[in-house]
């Protein structure tokens, strides 16, 4: 079992930035692919960032350019770090893991991802 907790949420003016942190506890994570997703009210979970655990990555194109994931095999931990925030941006934030077949693979599809956060929470106010 891998158990995933986000941090780092919070409100921020348009164009501030925020850091959000991923930390993994039960299993090595270092073998699995991670992601993040977020979901803003009344809308569908949506794909925001993935990395391989090669260290291939994969962006959406609503945050490419603005954000950026990268992740600490030695500390267990994933990190989304988001420049020039804006009001859509605004959404409850996870992170998501799974072991993939291929180091290269990370997966832009949340029904492949296994283990999820609770979600932390980013507001961008106008």
């Known amino acids: 079992q891998v158990q995933l907790v986000e941090s780092g949420g919070g409100l921020v003016q348009a164009g501030g930035s925020l850091r959000l942190s991923c930390a993994a506890s039960g299993r090595t994570v270092s073998s699995y692919a991670m992601a993040w997703f977020r979901q803003a009210p009344g809308k569908e979970r949506e794909f925001v960032a993935a990395?391989?655990?090669?260290?291939?990555?994969v962006y959406a194109d609503s945050v490419k350019g603005r954000f950026t994931i990268s992740r600490d095999s030695a500390k267990m931990t994933m990190y989304l770090q988001m420049n020039s925030l804006k009001p859509e941006d605004t959404a409850l934030y996870y992170c998501?893991?799974?072991?993939?077949?291929?180091?290269?693979?990370?997966?832009?599809?949340?029904?492949?991802?296994?283990?999820w956060g609770q979600g932390t929470q980013v507001t961008v106010s106008s």
């Open positions: 990395i391989s655990r090669s260290g291939g990555i």
């Open positions: 998501a893991a799974y072991r993939p077949t291929y180091s290269f693979s990370a997966s832009t599809r949340e029904n492949q991802y296994d283990y």
